[in-house]
Nanobody
Framework: QGQLVESGGAWVQTGGSLRLSCAASGLPFSSTAMGWFRQAPGKERNFVGG???????YFEDDVKGRFTISRDNSKNAVVLQMNSLKVEDTAVYYC?????????????????WGQGTQVTVSS
């Protein structure tokens, strides 16, 4: 059974950076597409970006140029690097996994989810 554990959430000032990590277990990680979602208070959970098994990344428009995703298959881990953070980036961030997925973006496409980690950005 696959498991995902996020870490790295914190409070940060606007313009700052934060690095979120997601550790995976019980998955064919090198063949698994990984995604990041976020849910702001009172809002739906939305896709942020993803990385497929080839290492190609894809992002929603509002984070392009500010966020990057990388993976380390030797550690079964994926990292979301967030730069130039804005107040509107405040949310609970979730890691998700789709074994043998191509480039999934919607919630139903992912099979495994982490518990989430809180990111708070304030001025």
């Amino acid at each position: 059974q696959g498991q995902l554990v996020e870490s790295g959430g914190a409070w940060v000032q606007t313009g700052g950076s934060l690095r979120l990590s997601c550790a995976a277990s019980g998955l064919p990680f090198s063949s698994t597409a990984m995604g990041w979602f976020r849910q702001a208070p009172g809002k739906e959970r939305n896709f942020v970006g993803g990385i497929n098994w080839t290492g190609s990344t894809y992002f929603e428009d509002d984070v392009k140029g500010r966020f990057t995703i990388s993976r380390d298959n030797s550690k079964n881990a994926v990292v979301l690097q967030m730069n130039s953070l804005k107040v509107e980036d405040t949310a609970v961030y979730y890691c998700a996994a789709k074994p043998y997925g191509l480039s999934p973006k919607s919630e139903p496409e992912f099979d495994y989810w982490g518990q989430g980690t809180q990111v708070t950005v304030s001025s």
